[in-house]
């Protein structure tokens, strides 16, 4: 069924993408296996063929390059691209530097990051710090036109990969929150120290723990002002909350989409397992909290568009589109049975993929402390 929010021309775009994914991402990636991390001319080699249909630069301006798409159209994308791409979001670091960014570092970074290029993450979370991103520690001494690094940043999306990453950091230790800055740092490997995550799901990417010694980079690579990067972190979060809603939607539309074809081929008893009551039950429960989480993630991206402010709509979208993957691709396992557990069957591995967007980009736990402060009045944090 169309979803209510979309335009014919939205959905034009579903079927793009969602024709470009299976034809020619799904067998790049089955030749060479879903479970071994992608190299980086891999990674680039499928990005590119996301490029015909707006991605990465779905949001970013055509006057800077980008495909000027809108929120929505990035939702689609989104969505449509979870079960191959996953975490990647390599539209991420191009749309905080549009948004973000000085003409000379539009001019500098957007055109290869854009092409593909270069690939880019950003690094929040350390390894003591996550949800309270006001404690963080990396710190940016500024030494005349230079900023030198030192600190660790921990869960590093494409972490070894990434050419180009912006980085929050303190450059006032004292003022605490008010101290931490956004820069984006040119990452040359030889001279850091990184190790790789072993992760339940995601497995096409390496996620990485790098280590900054005595690190430099430009001052002129600031986004901004000094002491704006919470503010631009959290100005910027609302749409990638809204991302891993509908990465989330994608996974679990994909589940129900294998859950569907299962109960419709496998017999039992003389006939297929999609006639018994529990199995249609299932799917049909599926389905509803998979709609649901949908339209949910769509009213942010909606919002996003009308240059609204969203953050509860997307505390409420990421927190229960994430959940909800997790409660669908399951019941998409017990659907096939012990074949569910298989990696003949796709679906063992989308409940991987699932059960980790409940932590980025804030926890479950997190978002309803959010959502019961906007309510309540009430502050669960100080």
């Not at 249609?280 to 609204?308: F, H, K, P, Y």
């Not at 569910?340 to 402390?369: I, Q």
Request: glycine share 8%; hydrophobic share 45%.
């Amino acid at each position: 069924m169309p979803d209510v929010l979309l335009s014919p021309a939205h959905e034009d775009l579903r079927r793009r993408v969602r024709d470009v994914r299976d034809r020619e991402m799904v067998p790049f990636i089955a030749r060479r296996g879903w479970d071994r991390a992608l190299s980086a001319g891999e990674l680039k080699a499928l990005l590119r063929m996301t490029q015909p249909v707006g991605y990465p630069s779905a949001v970013v301006p055509k006057d800077d390059g980008g495909a000027g798409l809108d929120y929505l159209s990035l939702g689609v994308l989104v969505e449509e691209l979870a079960p191959v791409l996953g975490f990647v979001a390599a539209h991420v670091v191009p749309r905080q530097i549009a948004m973000l960014g000085s003409p000379a570092q539009k001019r500098r970074y957007l055109p290869a990051l854009l092409s593909v290029e270069h690939l880019s993450t950003t690094a929040i979370t350390e390894p003591g710090v996550g949800s309270d991103a006001g404690a963080i520690a990396m710190t940016a001494r500024r030494a005349g036109d230079r900023y030198v690094l030192d600190g660790t940043k921990a869960w590093l999306t494409i972490g070894t990969l990434a050419e180009v990453v912006t980085v929050l950091v303190s450059t006032d230790p004292a003022r605490g929150s008010r101290g931490l800055s956004r820069i984006i740092v040119d990452m040359d490997h030889a001279r850091l120290a990184s190790t790789t995550y072993t992760t339940l799901g995601d497995r096409l990417l390496p996620f990485a723990e790098v280590t900054f010694s005595g690190y430099e980079v430009p001052v002129e690579n600031r986004l901004g002002e000094e002491g704006e990067g919470l503010r631009m972190t959290l100005r910027a979060i609302q749409a990638s909350r809204a991302s891993m809603a509908s990465h989330a939607v994608g996974l679990a539309q994909a589940a129900v989409d294998a859950a569907i074809a299962y109960a419709k081929e496998r017999q039992q008893f003389g006939k297929p397992i999609g006639s018994f009551q529990l199995v249609q039950g299932s799917i049909a429960d599926m389905i509803a909290e998979t709609e649901a989480a949908r339209l949910l993630a769509n009213r942010v991206w909606t919002l996003l568009d009308r240059g609204e402010e969203c953050a509860r709509e997307a505390s409420i979208a990421k927190f229960y589109a994430t959940e909800a993957a997790v409660r669908v691709t399951s019941k998409a396992i017990q659907v096939h049975g012990a074949y569910g557990v298989s990696d003949r069957y796709p679906v063992e591995r989308l409940f991987r993929d699932a059960r980790m967007l409940t932590f980025p980009d804030g926890t479950s736990e997190v978002h309803r402390l959010l959502v019961g402060r906007a309510a309540l009045g009430l502050d669960a944090f100080r």
